[in-house]
């Protein structure tokens, strides 16, 4: 049954070839821990991607409960943790999957870097990469202040007055991130939930899709 | 595959008649012991996902994920603390060289030296050598930029009493607590204790909430008059008959948080 | 061979129509959004209003005292009335002097003669941190600088405080 609607499918719109592209390469035997056990190394950047995936999917169920608003914010991340089946688990997932995909990122740089992989001709790929970090970081930073506790309050606070000792443009710098010069308030919070929720993962998409085009083009880089 | 004449399609659109092979190609003329990646290794990576996901779901069962106290801006006494993954750039400011008349060299100059020279790393680390000690320049750069992030990680972190601070920034929901003025034990919270333990009981930086202690009215009492943690003796100096007012207010605000 | 070169020509003629097409499309969708986001910066600040602490400036006296008063607020469209401390005092000149409590090491309260070991200090109960009674940090403690002080007017005999303006580190 199942066989027959694919052929149905794949005689109107020939999607054979599509999921074979994504298929059909090869996995040399040194990136392999089957064969050979301290290739797990080789682990660090398909789990990372594993956790993105984690933090994509706890994160769109919790903006079924969250509002970012300054008066709701933390009580409906407090209700959604305590009065929602399985929502402390949601909101678990999504906490420490935001520690663990740093930590993640931090291995897979750190394996590519010392094996000198990012070297020709793989130097753009290592940038997109590092870029993806900064993303990430972006995202980390965001997140923090959306339960509107104190300590996200309060750790804000100290990143926008950093901000603002940049020379000539840090006042500017932090208004535009605060959206007012000089409270943390409801327009802070409106403005990193977007930032946190659309425009980050926006960019983390598209660098996330040409860090994986620019793998399956170069392949993987060769043993040392 | 079929190029220009000859090719069939499929009624008047431009899909191909002919079908693509479902069956993965063949590696065995590759080099070592090299397989598809679809379904062979992909299943083994799953594999290594799947045990990695236990792991993490345990975590998130054994650690529920913290929230504090809803955002207080006028909570002076607050000591910000960010995300562990930025302690150390926060560490960093405390140095004198990296903060006052330096700060530049703080927020700017050394972030911005070490997270570009990463950017960079494939032009600035160029030769053809791959492996460390080929490049011993860029493997030192990198190993001492690694060992600073993780020692100032860890002064920062050790700086803080992280179990202090989890109690002392529990989260109240605000509905829960009911606070009588009218109770007779009220005036005598209001003169000894409220300074530090908050007009709702709710705690502050110098002490902890008072919402959910399991004590019975005498042990209140005995608190209140010898103290206890950093709490010192003699704080309460009303008479017997307003000790017993006081337990009897603070039992009763925390039968009405149930 | 002039021909071929009209045909180039042609080509570039169309990318170039295609890229102008192109950003006028997006110049006109991002236009708006843009001038949207940027707004808080290009707003006029609103601050730097003075308030009314109630307090008689014939009450002042040299030994600092705490002053406690609110100010409106507008974030948005969400108001409140926080409220704000200062320490204030007459100097040496009969000068009005009105320091912030807020600890320029980690935004702790400073209160005046808060420990008794420290007569004539403010002192900051986190860290330790000490200043002078003209709000200048005294070195080896944690803070790096001095406390900010309020902008401040009298008007009608009444102490008005306003912004508080951070100082050189010393």
């Not at chain 1, 070297?119 to 970090?133: A, D």
């Not at chain 2, 499929?10 to 397989?35: C, L, M, N």
């Not at chain 3, 100010?71 to 469209?77: A, S, Y």
Request: proline residues 6%.
């Amino acid at each position: 049954m199942l066989q027959k609607v694919y052929d149905w499918i794949d005689e109107r719109i020939d999607i054979t070839p599509i999921w074979r592209d994504i298929a059909d390469h090869e996995v040399p035997e040194h990136v392999n821990p089957a064969h050979n056990f301290s290739a797990f190394v080789y682990c660090f950047g398909g789990l990372t991607f594993f956790v993105v995936v984690i933090q994509i999917l706890s994160g769109m169920f919790l903006t079924m409960y969250y509002v970012p608003d300054i008066e709701n914010a933390w009580k409906s991340v407090y209700y959604l943790q305590s009065e929602v089946a399985h929502g402390q688990i949601v909101r678990g997932m999504h906490h420490w999957g935001a520690s663990v995909v740093i930590v993640m990122l931090l291995l897979h740089t750190l394996r590519v870097f010392f094996q000198g992989a990012y070297k020709k001709p793989r130097e753009l790929n290592w940038i997109v990469g590092v870029l993806i970090f900064f993303v990430m970081l972006g995202l980390g930073f965001t997140g923090y202040l959306l339960p509107w506790d104190n300590k996200a309050y309060f750790a804000t606070q100290v990143g926008l007055e950093i901000a603002e000792q940049v020379p000539f443009i840090g006042t500017e710098l932090k208004t535009l991130l605060a959206g007012d010069a000089s409270i943390v308030g409801a327009q802070t919070l409106t403005r990193f939930f977007a930032i946190h929720v659309f425009f980050l993962p926006a960019a983390l998409f598209a660098l996330l899709a040409v860090h994986f085009i620019l793998i399956r083009r170069q392949g993987i880089s060769g043993p040392l | 595959m079929h190029r220009g004449k000859g090719m069939k399609f499929v009624g008047d659109s431009r899909i191909k008649a002919e079908k693509t092979s479902q069956i993965p190609k063949d590696y065995s003329e590759y080099p070592g012991r090299t397989e598809a990646f679809w379904p062979n290794f992909l299943l083994k990576e799953w594999l290594v996902g799947a045990v990695f996901l236990v792991g993490f779901l345990i975590l998130t069962l054994a650690h529920p994920s913290p929230l504090e106290g809803m955002a207080d801006p006028t909570d002076a006494a607050y000591i910000p603390l960010p995300d562990w993954y930025f302690l150390f750039l926060y560490e960093l400011l405390k140095y004198k060289y990296a903060s006052g008349d330096f700060i530049l060299f703080g927020i700017l100059v050394l972030p911005g030296l070490a997270f570009g020279a990463l950017l960079l790393a494939p032009f600035l680390d160029n030769g053809p050598g791959r492996r460390p000690h080929q490049r011993p320049i860029a493997v030192g750069m990198m190993l001492l930029g690694l060992v600073s992030v993780i020692w100032l990680t860890y002064t920062s972190a050790s700086h803080v009493n992280w179990q202090e601070r989890a109690e002392a920034n529990k989260p109240i929901p605000e509905s829960s607590v009911v606070v009588d003025t009218e109770h007779e034990g009220f005036a005598a919270y209001e003169a000894s204790c409220m300074t530090c333990h908050g007009a709702e009981l709710e705690g502050s930086a110098a002490a902890p909430t008072l919402v959910g202690i399991e004590y019975t009215p005498e042990e209140i009492a005995t608190i209140a008059k010898e103290g206890t943690g950093s709490m010192p003796a003699g704080i309460f100096t009303g008479s017997d008959e307003e000790l017993e007012q006081l337990a009897d207010f603070i039992i009763t605000v925390n039968e009405s948080a149930e | 061979m002039s021909k071929e070169k009209q045909q180039v020509s042609r080509r570039q003629f169309l990318n170039y129509s295609l890229m102008g097409v192109g950003g006028f499309m997006a110049a006109g969708l991002l236009v708006s959004p843009i001038r949207m986001a940027i707004d808080p910066v290009l707003k006029k600040s609103d601050s730097g209003d003075y308030a009314n602490v109630g307090l008689s400036v014939d009450d002042i006296t040299t030994e600092p005292q705490r002053v406690d008063w609110t100010v409106e607020q507008v974030d948005g469209w969400y108001e409140s009335e926080p409220s704000k401390t200062a320490w204030v005092y007459k100097d040496d000149n009969d000068e009005i002097v009105a320091l912030s409590p807020i600890c320029t090491h980690l935004g702790c309260v400073v209160s005046w003669e808060g420990n008794e070991q420290y007569p004539e200090q403010f002192f900051c109960p986190c860290h330790d941190g000490r200043y002078e009674k003209d709000g200048t940090n005294i070195k080896g403690t944690p803070p790096l600088a001095p406390l900010a002080v309020y902008e401040q007017k009298v008007e009608n005999g009444i102490l008005f405080l306003g912004n508080a303006i951070d100082r050189k580190g010393a």
